[in-house]
């Protein structure tokens, strides 16, 4: 388990009242997990803008070389346009970038017209890898440090979400709906305080990737099998106990209607989630379902707010 967690909004559709940073559709958030002496730097999504980006990193006195990690949780261009600049800026050979190996599929919509949203082509795998960045394409859930660790893919489980069909991609030359099946999450499990999840732009459903959070980071913590799929022997109640004591990101609610938004509301508040930190995507209607439910323990995301989760 981690002794701490602080996470930095580097990058968020929205800015605070009277803050110096400079906002952007599209998220990316800084990671500083300390176990004991340890200290990892991860970054999860670079938004879509590197100058803004580096702009806050340099209010905040975030040095980009100090960052150890990038995990890009989709192939969204408002989470990875711009990532050859910031894998350069990091500056670091052989740097971590962690994401599912579909990640640079085609992935389009065609209302109003044809528009693809994906990886751009300034950011391709050569790209990347000629920037310094090691890219593990991995579908399973990669641990990170003891404490933290990539979701990998996140099951589908509820009747209600991921039911998105203006996403398109090619697969043989057929035109099929993309089921977003390259969404990854992080999760962080910190001593005393439980998981705190990371998502992007929650594609998958943000109950579905809060329920997968409870299995994988019991699974991990415990030492288990790193497959993400079940716990170690004896270690089934740390993981069906696992707390999420936090959501931080995008829900992508901004298209759901109020039947989806008020389950996802209720879901979470059953799952006993502590504490909802969401905004990009999540759209007003449902930041404010959550604010009635959740009331103090919601926060709407803005760009530079830090949060630290420790004991
Ligand atoms: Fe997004
Ligand atoms: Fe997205």
Known sequence: MLNSLTVTILAEDSVG??????????VSFLLEARSGELVRRVLVDVAQLPQPLLHNMAILDIDPTTIDAIVLTHCHYDHTQGLTEIVRAVGNRDLPVIA???????NFETVPTLRHIGVMNSDTREAITAAGGMFFPVRDPL????????????????????????????RDGRVEVDPMIDELSVYATVQGVGTV??????????????RHARTVAGTQDSGGTGDG?????GNTALAGSAQVAAIIGGFHLIEADAERIRKTVADLHTEGVGHIYAGHCTGF??????????GDAFTPLRTGQQFTFSQ
């Open 143 to 170: 641990q990170l440090l003891p404490g933290l660790t990539t979701s990998g893919e996140v099951p589908r489980t509820t009747a209600y979400e991921n039911r998105e069909t203006n996403l398109k991609t090619i």
């Open 197 to 210: 999840v990371v998502t992007g732009c929650s594609h998958a459903g943000v109950v579905n990737i809060a």
């Open 100 to 106: 599912h190996p579909d990640i640079f599929r085609p």
């Open 285 to 294: 209607p449902a930041q404010a379902a959550l604010y009635s439910t959740f």
């Open 17 to 26: 009242y009277e803050t110096p940073f400079l906002g952007q559709h599209g």
């Open 229 to 233: 799929t079940r716990p170690a022997e």
